[in-house]
């Protein structure tokens, strides 16, 4: 199993920004992508970015980004700290929401938006954008 652990989620106004954590334990190597989800209060849950985890061949961390969100937020990955970062600039109040990271067994770029590709979810940290 892959245990993952959010953190870094906050109170912050509109404008600012904000560093999302999300931290893999366990079989870390039967991962192969990590996405970035949120949902807001009486919405369904929605796709905000995804990073390929493992790649044997290249050195490009291939991503992926909701149009919602592209150009103002960016993931990234550390490996050797097992941690997935999602840097949160520009933050709106239509930003606000749980965000959750998630692992998928598999990379492929024209899935990473379906929560149905993850297996494993971590417990969410809370994002409020103040206007």
């Known amino acids: 199993q892959v245990q993952l652990v959010e953190s870094g989620g906050g109170l912050v106004q509109a404008g600012d920004s904000l560093r999302l954590s999300c931290t893999a334990s366990?079989?870390?190597?039967?991962?192969?992508?990590v996405g970035w989800f949120r949902q807001a209060p009486g919405k369904e849950r929605e796709f905000v970015a995804a990073?390929?985890?493992?790649?044997?061949?290249?050195?490009?961390?291939?991503?992926y980004y909701a149009d919602s969100v592209k150009g103002r937020f960016t993931i990234s990955r550390d490996k050797a700290k097992d941690t997935v970062f999602l840097q949160m600039n520009s933050l709106r109040p239509e930003d606000t929401a749980v965000y959750y990271c998630?692992?998928?067994?598999?990379?492929?770029?024209?899935?990473?938006?379906?929560?149905?590709?993850?297996?494993?979810w971590g417990q969410g940290t809370q994002v409020t954008v103040s206007s």
């Open positions: 990073i390929r985890w493992r790649f044997d061949y290249t050195y490009y961390a291939d991503s």
């Open positions: 998630a692992s998928s067994p598999a990379w492929d770029r024209s899935q990473s938006a379906r929560s149905q590709t993850y297996d494993y």
């Open positions: 366990g079989r870390t190597r039967s991962m192969y992508a």
